[in-house]
């Protein structure tokens, strides 16, 4: 690829999609050298983490744009952007010399066409694995890729708030499958109420209690729309310490539809009625596009609506598995905040 003036810029996979070309590879040079080049740098970036799940190349901030390793106890993933990319999967293989590799895909939905099936690439598909992050364990389904069922930018979060859970009533929102939870009532929450529209969400939600001895009785459980959580939690006068929510970008269901951009307004508003005094909030975005400064306006807006005020206690980077380029301003795409709320 060569700029307008015959300046050679790289080599890369050329798509249909919303994006024209993939820069993979230096101007100079073999293709596939340079890809399994950057591919190895990659790794040798990565330091020891606290846990069995982590990410072992991150796209554009590792070089490589659309395409993205998660390791999961040894089983690994490869998540591609488009099925464009799927030529690279046999190089990126050969680097990482894994005995089990399941390609998937995350279609971007600026994209047209139905998304490939997911593959078994080396080896068979593990099925349900365990992964232990932070001392707690998870039930995870590589195969699922972004829905694997553990969020691992959000570790160092996980940490910070550990102890801090102690005796606080928490109600966690969009609760997938629910590792706040976990970590909360692990760390000695008195109460943790987990919400999701998806049930199968949350039945392995349950399993994840399971896996670490905790009493899934003693907590709550509720496949419902978050909105009317919130409306049920606020007319029946249920306060709770700290909330968690942590929503998609975007979101489609019978219930209605979820716009991050124009919803956290009225998503925050609803959060803080339920939220008793010194409480926190903890709020995440994951939106690229959603700036913090458009971050913290939208959450100014909905304490306004609840006639609260919020402070700032603590901004969550993503953990060093998880690196930012500088010069790729959407990789600070996480917002994680802890807002104390009087």
Known sequence: MRAEDGTPLGQGIADDGWIA????????????????????????????VDSTARR??????????GIRVDDYAGHAVITLDSPSLDAVVPLVQKVLDAPSLVAT?????RDAGKTP???AVAGDDPGEIEVVELGLRYAVRPAMGKDAGL???????RRW???????RRVLNLFAHTGAFSVSAAAHGALRVDSVDLSGPHLARARRNFEL?????????????????????????????????????????SEEGSWQGEKDWPRLAAACLRVLSPGGWLVACSNLGTQSPRQFAGALSQGAERAGRRLR??????PPPDHPAALHFPESHYLKAWVVGVD
């Open 212 to 252: 670490n001895s905790l009493d899934a009785l003693a907590h709550g459980f509720w496949t419902e729309d978050g909105f009317k959580a919130l409306d049920r939690l606020r007319r029946t006068g249920q306060l709770h310490d700290v909330v968690v929510v942590d929503p998609p970008g975007y979101s489609r």
């Open 151 to 157: 969020f691992t930018d959000m570790r160092e979060l």
């Open 56 to 65: 072992l190349v991150n796209a554009e901030n590792d070089d490589l744009p």
């Open 117 to 119: 099936v997911t593959r």
């Open 161 to 167: 708030l550990a102890p801090w859970w102690t005796g």
């Open 105 to 109: 895909y995350r279609r971007d939905p």
């Open 312 to 317: 700032v206690v603590h901004e969550a980077c």
């Open 21 to 48: 070309v993939r820069l993979l590879a230096e101007a100079d040079g073999d293709f596939e050298t340079g890809l399994t080049r950057r591919v190895q740098a990659a790794l040798s970036r990565r330091i020891p």
